[in-house]
C-alpha cells in the first residue's frame, strides 16, 4: 500500500522531485539543478537488546553505509535517532532484560561515538518512553547524505570486477538478519551475542574518503555500481549487484579478521564497515591507489556476468555454490496471511500506561503543566543531545536547542551544498500514544512529521518522507490486522498532504517472552521521518519567542478528544474524553501546513511551534523560557470544533495546529495568508517571567517560566 501510494503521486506532478523512490540503500530526491539528497533510516532492535552500545553503534554505522552505496556515493551530512524505552523506573524487569537506564545510556553512547568519529553532526531525534519496551526497545538510526545528480544511479556491467574496500570479515555479525527477524527470549543474550557485529568508525571514515575520491575522480568515476555489505553481507550485496548478470566470486580472496573461516561463513558474515564495487579492470590500478592514500584495505572477489546469469561461488579450487538469479531473485513463493481488524485486542494492546502515577489532587493547570514538563516524553533530552556534535561539517543551520535558554527545536535544518542558500529540514513525528488506532497514529504521525518541518522553514509542497514499522509478530492475525491500518494511513495520509515515501523499513517481531511464558508486546509503533526544502536559509525559523508585544496566533482547531493524551498519562481526570482519540483531516491538515509555511516564507512570523504532546500550555511554555519571555494567552478565544472544555483547550493534543508569534503591524496581512483556515489570536508577548492563562474575563493561573524550565530542565538525567 505504501508503494501504491508512491505511485500514485508519481503519476501525477512529482516526477522532477522524486528522482527515484525505493532504492535499494537510500530514497533520493532533487534538492537543487546540480545536486540531490538521500536518506535513509532503520532500526537495530534485537542486537541492541542484548548488547545495546555496540547494537545501537553498528546500526548507525550500517545507516551511513546505505548513503554511500545509494547511486555512486553520497556524502553523508547528517544523522538521525529515535530511541523508545522502558520507563526508567519501570514496574518490573523481567529476567534477560536490561535495566532500561542503561540501555538508554548505552544506545546514546554507540550512537554517539560513532557519529561523531566519522565527523557526521547528529541533529534531529527523539525518546518516547512506555515500559512495553522493556523486552525489545526501539533504535532508529538514520542518514542523509547529498550528491551530485549524475550520480544517482549506477549499475554493474558484464566485465566489472567485484570490488570489496573497507573492514575485514569475521564471524560477528552472522545470522544478524535471521536473529533480528525472531522473537526474542529470555535466553537469548546468551545464545546470539555473536549476531551482533562489532563496529569501527575509523575504518568506515577512511572507507568513505577513498569512495568519494574514486567517485570524483578527475577522468570520471572509477566504479559502475557500489552498496554496502548489510543483512547477509557478501550474499546480499553481490546477489543485489549480479541480479541481471551474475557473479562469479572467489571467497577466499577475503581479507579475514583471524584464521579458520569456513567459507559460508565468509559469504553470510555481516562484519561492519564493507562496501562492494563493480569497477572496470582499467580503473583498478587508479582505484588502487586511492585506497592506499586513505589506507583502505581492499580485494577483487571475482568478477560480475556468467553466460547463464548465475551466482558462481568458488573457495581455493573448489566451486562450493552455483545458484540461478533468477531463482535468488524470484523463485521463493511469497505467504499469504490473515489480516483481522480487532479494536478491542488493539486497545489492549496499545500500552501508554506509566507505573505508579497517582492521579492530580485537582485540576490545577500548574500543577499539570509541570507533570507535563516533567513527563519523560515532553523533558529535556538534553543530557542526549549534549553528547552528539551537532556542528561538525559547518551546515547547521537551525540545531536542537533553539533561544537564549536552550527550548527544544522542532526539526533541523542544514545546508547540504555550502556554496547554496538553500537548506534542508530534518523532522519526525510518533504518534504512539494513538496506537489503540494504527490508521490514526500513522495519520498523525505523518502530519506531525510535516507540521515539525513546516515550523522551521520547510516548503510543504517539497516533503519527502520514509516509514519504520515496528510491530509486535505478526503471526496473529489481530497484529496483522492493525499493521495493515497503518499502512492504509501512509496510503492515505502521502497522498493527501502529497509526500511521496521514498524509503522505508519494518522490523515485525518486537515481542520478549520471559522465563514465565508471559509476552511482553511493544506497543504497535510507525515513525515518519522526512526531509524538506527551506528555500532560502535565513528564513529558517526557530521556536523561541523573540520580541515583547508580538501578538500569538493559534492555527488550526482544537477538540475534546484526548484519549492517547500525556494529559490522562500523568494522572488526569480520566472521565474528559479518554475514548476520543485525536483525528487528522486530509484536507484541513495539508492546506493548514501551507498557509502556515506562507506566513513565514513571506517574513510575516517571528516563531513558530507545533503543537503535540501536552497541548497548547506545554507548547506556550516551552516557546516563552526558550526565549526568555513572559506570555499571556486567553483559552477563551482559541478556534474549536464543537463544544470544548477548558481542560481540553489546554492540554488536547489534536493534530495540524501551530502557535505563531507575529509582529503586531503585521496581523491584518497574517489573518489574510491563512484565508479560511481556523485561527485564533489568543495573548501576546511579554517581558518577565510570567505564563498568564486566562478563560476570558477569569484569571486562571499564573505560572513563572523559569519554575516550568527548571521542571523541564531536570526531569530525566542519565
Known sequence: TVAAATHRLMNEDLDEWCLSVFVD??????????????????????????????????????????IMGTGLAAKPIAATDVFCVATPEPAEVPAGCIH?????????????????????PTLDGAVWFDDAYVGNPLVYCGCLGVMPNWAIEGDARPGDRIIALG???????????????????????????????????????????????????????????????????????????????????????????????????????????????AVPEEHIAALAELCEAHAVEWCDLGEFGTPDCELILHYEDTEVGRLSMAFMHDGVPMPVREAVWDSEWARQEAGGRDPQVLPLDSNDFSEVTTRLLSHPNLASKAWIIRQYDHEV?????????????????????????????????????????????PYLMGLAAIDECVRNMVCVGADPSRIAILDNFCWPGCGD??????????????????????????????????????????????????????????????????????????MMILVGSSTDH?????YLRVGGDSSVGQDLLPVTDLTRGPATAHAVHAVITQGM???????????LLVAAAEMAFAGGLGIDIDLAKMPVDGDVSITARAFAEDPSRYLLEVDPEQLDTVVHALGEIPYGIIGTVCDGSSMVVRDGEAMLVTMNTTDLHAAWSGAIHQ
Request: hydrophobic share 35%; glycine share 14%; charged share 20%.
Open 167 to 277: 573492514g575485514r570479515t569475521g564471524r560477528d555479525g552472522i545470522h544478524g538478519a535471521t536473529f533480528s527477524s525472531a522473537e526474542l527470549t529470555d535466553t537469548h543474550a546468551d545464545e546470539f551475542s555473536h549476531a551482533v557485529q562489532i563496529g569501527n568508525p575509523i575504518t568506515e571514515k577512511t572507507a568513505l574518503d577513498a569512495i568519494l575520491a574514486a567517485r570524483d575522480y578527475p577522468t570520471g568515476c572509477l566504479y559502475s555500481a557500489i552498496t554496502d555489505c548489510g543483512a547477509g553481507g557478501f550474499s546480499s550485496a553481490v546477489g543485489e549487484m549480479g541480479e541481471k548478470i551474475g557473479a562469479n566470486v572467489h571467497l577466499d580472496r577475503a581479507p579475514l579478521k583471524y584464521a579458520g573461516l569456513t567459507p559460508t561463513e565468509i559469504w553470510i558474515s555481516e562484519a561492519q564497515e564493507r562496501m562492494v564495487l
Open 393 to 437: 561539517q559547518g551546515g547547521s543551520v537551525v540545531k536542537p536547542f533553539a533561544g537564549p535558554n536552550n527550548g527544544p527545536s522542532d526539526a533541523a535544518v542544514v545546508r547540504p551544498v555550502p556554496s547554496s542558500a538553500k537548506a534542508l529540514a530534518i523532522g519526525n513525528g510518533l504518534a504512539t500514544g494513538l496506537a489503540r488506532d
Open 562 to 566: 484526548l484519549g492517547g493524551s500525556h
Open 100 to 120: 532500561p537506564r542503561r540501555v538508554l545510556s548505552e544506545v546514546v553512547g554507540g550512537v554517539r561515538d560513532y557519529g561523531n568519529r566519522m565527523g557526521i
Open 25 to 66: 540503500n537510500a530514497g533520493i530526491v532533487g534538492f537543487d539543478d546540480e545536486h540531490a539528497v538521500c536518506m535513509k533510516v532503520e532500526t537495530h532492535n534485537h542486537p541492541s537488546a542484548i548488547e545495546p552500545y555496540g547494537g545501537a553503534a553498528t546500526g548507525i554505522g550500517g545507516c551511513i553505509r546505505d
Open 605 to 615: 512570523a517571528r516563531s513558530a511551534h507545533d503543537l503535540s504532546e501536552g497541548g
Open 477 to 550: 492475525a489481530r497484529n496483522l490486522g492493525s499493521l495493515v491500518r497503518a499502512s492504509e494511513a501512509c496510503l492515505d495520509g502521502g497522498i493527501a498532504y502529497r509526500t511521496p515515501f521514498i524509503s522505508g523499513k519494518d522490523s515485525l517481531s518486537n515481542q520478549f517472552s520471559t522465563e514465565d511464558g508471559r509476552t511482553i508486546r511493544v506497543p504497535p509503533t510507525l515513525l515518519i521521518s522526512g526531509m524538506g526544502i527551506v528555500p532560502e536559509d535565513t528564513k529558517s525559523m526557530t521556536m523561541d519567542l523573540k520580541r515583547s508585544g508580538s
